[in-house]
Structure formats: C-alpha cells, structure tokens
C-alpha cells in the first residue's frame, strides 16, 4: 500500500478512479506529442484500464509498471503522474514522469520527483533509480539533473514508439549518489579564489563537469584543455588562453579561462566559464564574474567580451543579468556580447 507523500507544494498519491478525465487529457496533449511513450491519439479507455490496472495492483510491485499521481497540496488539482518499474525483486527501479503542461515551467517534476526518490531510498530501500529521456527533450533530462541524477550513456535507436525508432539518453542515481546529492553544498560559499592550474591541481580541475544537458553551451573540461593547448589563430596569431580553477572553501568547485590581450588580440575574451553540478545554484558563477572583472580592470582593459549559445538551459540570463549587453554579431552561432567597466 503506498501511503500519501507531501511535499512543499504537492501530493504524490495512488491513483483512484476519478484520475481518469485528467489523465486522458495528458495523454492527448499536441505538447507531449514528440516525446510520447504511447501511441496518439490516446482513447478514453486505454486511460479506464491503465487506471484500473493500477489500483488493482494495490501499489508497486517487482517487474511490473505502477504510477503516482501528482496533484497539488491540498489534493484538489491533479498536475501530472510519475511512472515506476521495480526490477530485481524491487532493489532497482525506472522512473518516469508526465505533467500536464499548464504546469510547466514551475519546478513541480523535479519536486515531485526528489518526493519518490527519498521515498525509494529510505523506505523501499532501493539500491538504483534510472530514467531515460529522447535526446532532443532538453527540459526532461534538467528535471532528471537538478533531481540529482548522473548522465551514464546514450543507447542508440533503442526506443520504439509505434513505428517511430530514437536514440535513449540514460540516466541513474545509487543509494551513494544520493546521499552525495542532497548533502552537498548549497549555500553561498565564504571564500572563492582563482588559482593557476598546474601539475599540482590540473587533475582536481579536469575532474570538473556540468550537467550533460549544459555541454551545449559549455565544453567539457577535456575540450577547454585541449584548445589551450592548442590555441585558435585569430588576426594572424594563436590567442593566448589564462586559466584558474575556481576553489570554494577549499574545494575545487569551477574553471574560469580568459583569451588575454596581446598586440594582435585587443581586448579579453572570456572564453570558458564553468562551474561543477554540484555547486551550482550557490552564486558562485557571479563570484567567478567579479573576480574576472576585477582582473580585467587590473590589467587596464576597459571590457570584456564573451559568447553564448541560444536555446533552453541558455546562459544568456545569466550574462545579461550581469551586465553583458548583446554587440548584434553572430560568432560562430552564437551570440557575442560585451560588458564595459
């Protein structure tokens, strides 16, 4: 029997008969469309028997598919459901999720979703949880990310849908990830300092990574060692890169990489801003900015020119909010901006 969850704002609950209206209406919206799991359009009573089906089983149960209905606090609102498959006698389990999309936008998948996973942790007792996402579902794979899920492979054209055949992105969290997770850091930390990377702490530096969705507007830190190694010629000469890594109270935390002023090169270009998944959401990409700048003002250059991609997850809010301000050029399909001292 799986008892009522509460969370800050919502209600994870067994299914009952009158979910079904709610659910029907899910299953048919033109938004879920691309990434469905099911075929559309979605009868009425496909949604009759798979909510039966489900209050018959009782609660979850080893090799078998069961869901969790989201609605808001007071129970009155349904919001989307969450899908579960217990394997190995109910110590590993897939995940999943659907929420109606007036609800978008609102943190509500990744609440709901951090509500199951400490209910499977700590009282199912699960050892895994994986969930896999289509490559193209960008703002799925950040609910599975900012739940604290770990990207572990791409199996290719391994999801069929009807007649429709894509790659899955997987994702998987153990019992150690999650503890990791929720217990690491999240608040603003007292001291940030830049330091040379070097051969003492190059590996410490290297091991930094963002979620995997970011890499579209961050490169791995394998990439940005790679092109200071081997710097672009721009104006007739290779651009000299300045790298630190970005320590927290004393913990490697982020990697910050400028292309410097030189006679052919006239003014900074920040070219690599990173910060860990697990540190961020702490202020620390603002701290590593002020201390950027302040660098850049030290040296006598009067600006600072950097580059974003565009698309959901962009970081383009966050330059701004700082005060970079869009020049109107497009390099290299992305958008160049500048923020003046």
């Known amino acids: 029997m799986f008892e009522p969850l509460l969370t800050d704002r919502l209600l994870l609950r067994a299914p009952i008969a009158s979910d079904v209206d709610a659910l029907h209406e899910r299953r048919n919206e033109s ?5 469905r799991a099911w075929m559309s359009p979605y009868a009425r009573e496909r949604a009759v028997e798979l909510i039966d089906g489900v209050i018959d089983m009782g609660g979850s149960q080893s ?10 606090r007071s129970g009155t609102e349904i919001i989307g459901d969450l899908a579960l498959h217990l394997t190995s ?35 199912h007792g699960v050892s895994r949880v994986h969930g896999t996402v289509h490559p193209d579902n960008v703002a799925s794979a950040m609910v599975l990310e900012r739940t604290g899920f770990l990207y572990e492979g791409r199996a290719r054209l391994s999801c069929w849908v009807g007649d429709e055949n894509s790659d899955d992105l997987i994702y998987g969290m153990t019992r150690t990830d999650w503890t990791d997770w929720i217990t690491r850091p999240q608040e603003h930390p007292a001291t940030v300092e830049l330091v040379e990377v070097d051969t003492n702490n190059g590996r410490d530096v290297g091991r930094l990574i963002t979620h995997k969705s970011q890499e579209r507007f961050v490169a791995p830190m394998l990439h940005s060692f790679s092109d200071a190694l081997f710097p672009e010629v721009i104006d007739g000469a290779p651009v000299v890169p300045w790298m ?7 913990e490697y935390v982020g990697f910050v990489m400028l292309a410097v002023v030189t006679e ?15 540190h961020q959401r702490r202020g620390v990409g603002k701290t590593i900015l002020d201390q950027v700048v302040g660098h850049c003002r030290a040296q006598g250059w009067p600006s600072l020119v950097t580059s974003w991609g565009e698309g959901k997850g962009s970081p383009r809010l966050f330059y701004e909010r700082y005060g970079f301000e869009p020049t109107g050029e497009i390099v290299d399909d992305e958008t160049e901006a500048r923020i003046r001292f």
Do not use: K
């Not at 938004?31 to 990434?35: H, N, T, W």
């Not at 090799?63 to 209905?69: A, K, L, Q, R």
């Open 31 to 35: 938004l879920l469309a691309d990434y």
């Open 63 to 72: 090799d078998e598919w069961w869901m969790v209905t989201v609605a808001d």
């Open 89 to 123: 006698e109910g110590r590993c389990v897939e995940i999943g999720y659907t929420l109606a999309s007036r609800y978008w936008g609102n943190g509500y998948a990744t609440e709901a979703l951090r509500g199951l996973i400490t209910w499977l942790f700590d009282e």
């Open 244 to 250: 630190r890594g970005v320590v927290a109270d004393g």
């Open 264 to 278: 052919h090169h006239h003014e900074p270009y920040l070219w690599r801003l990173l910060v860990d998944r697990r």
